[in-house]
């Protein structure tokens, strides 16, 4: 593992075991029984892994690009990462950025042909990867949008407030 990765070890651990949980239960055929709870845990999940998959390729988006990154402070926080604002180009914003997108294009489309909606965790995941996307649009593609524009990146940190 690369040393710039190296501080991410600890999330690729917890979202691999996420990613695990999820893939048996949908196996063991936890969507297809009638414990409502159960169900929608399941669709939740299913939803997390799509936020950690968009997390992910920002992640990868970051390191291809060189970009500056700050680990996320705490092991549950669904979001790996701080881009810096000020250490960072414009192109290393919007490759991190774009990489992102791409990740919730796959998910979107890969919902949508493997789920039908039949069960409840199927309903929750779909909604859930819907709302996961369209926060990705109303509040993700805008700011890479300014950032395109005007070659200036706005303070976009999360933990770490300049």
């Known amino acids: 593992m690369s040393d710039r990765l190296r501080p991410f070890r600890r999330f690729l651990i917890r979202d691999l075991l996420v990613l695990g949980a999820t893939l048996i239960a949908w196996m063991s055929g936890v969507a297809q029984r009638e414990v409502e709870a159960l169900s ?3 669709g939740l999940m299913t939803a997390l892994c799509a936020l950690l998959l968009h997390e992910w390729a920002h992640l990868y988006g970051a390191y291809i690009s060189n970009a500056v990154v700050h680990p996320a402070p705490s092991i549950f926080s669904p979001f790996l990462f701080d881009l810096d604002s000020r250490d960072n180009t414009p192109a290393a914003f919007l490759t991190t950025s774009v990489w992102g997108f791409y990740a919730t294009g796959l998910f979107v489309v890969m919902f949508l042909c493997l789920l039908r909606g039949g069960t409840l965790a199927e309903q929750t995941a ?7 996307a369209a926060l990705t649009v109303l509040i993700e593609f805008p700011i890479a949008w300014r950032v395109a524009a005007s070659d200036q990146i706005p303070a976009v ?3 770490r407030r300049r």
């Open 126 to 132: 779909l909604w859930g990867a819907g709302g996961l």
């Open 157 to 159: 940190e999360i933990f």
């Open 40 to 42: 929608v845990g399941l």
